[in-house]
């Protein structure tokens, strides 16, 4: 079937004026420098260890950073776990007990979210960070440190301040 004059002049007319798809890079680039600023505001740092103005830590040499894991704070009054209090300092100390029922509880509770991975001996060992003040008794540090051990937290890790003088 032949066209005729006026289909083929529409023909090259629209060839000649077809509109090209553009990209407006500018609200791209918006997008993306917002993502970048929420990414870097909300990233978590694993180095940068909880801020506190009642806990001074103890120096040291330790050139290894800190992981991310769960952090047990034991400050002059309390013991926490992730910001939130488990026991008093003066109770843990007068208990004749070796082990925290109430960080036993609360360390059982955070485990059961997620499996325990195991070593070459099948055994289940969890990491956590203890963070304890310099003044703190070491009855108390021994409590914590044996009440996180029976419940598969067996990778102690204590927070230092780096920049200890060498011997």
Do not use: W
Request: aromatic share 4%; hydrophobic share 40%; proline share 6%.
């Amino acid at each position: 079937m032949k066209k005729n004059a006026r289909a083929m002049r529409i023909e090259r007319r629209s060839k000649r004026h077809k509109a090209q798809a553009a990209l407006s890079l500018t609200s791209l680039m918006d997008i993306f420098t917002i993502l970048v600023f929420f990414l870097l505001v909300n990233s978590d740092n694993p180095a940068k260890l909880p801020d506190t103005k009642v806990l001074q830590l103890p120096a040291s040499l330790a050139e290894k950073m800190p992981k991310e894991n769960l952090v047990v704070m034991i400050t002059r009054t309390d013991v926490l776990v992730q910001g939130v209090s488990v026991a008093s300092v003066a109770e843990v100390a007068s208990s004749k007990t070796p082990l925290i029922k109430s960080l036993a509880t609360e360390l059982q509770y955070r485990s059961g979210k997620v499996p325990a991975p195991l070593n070459a001996d099948g055994i289940p060992e969890r990491e956590i960070t203890i963070l304890g003040d310099k003044g703190t008794p070491y009855n108390v540090l021994r409590k914590v440190m044996a009440t996180c051990s029976e419940n598969d937290y067996s990778k102690i890790s204590f927070a230092v301040l780096k920049g200890g003088k060498k011997p």
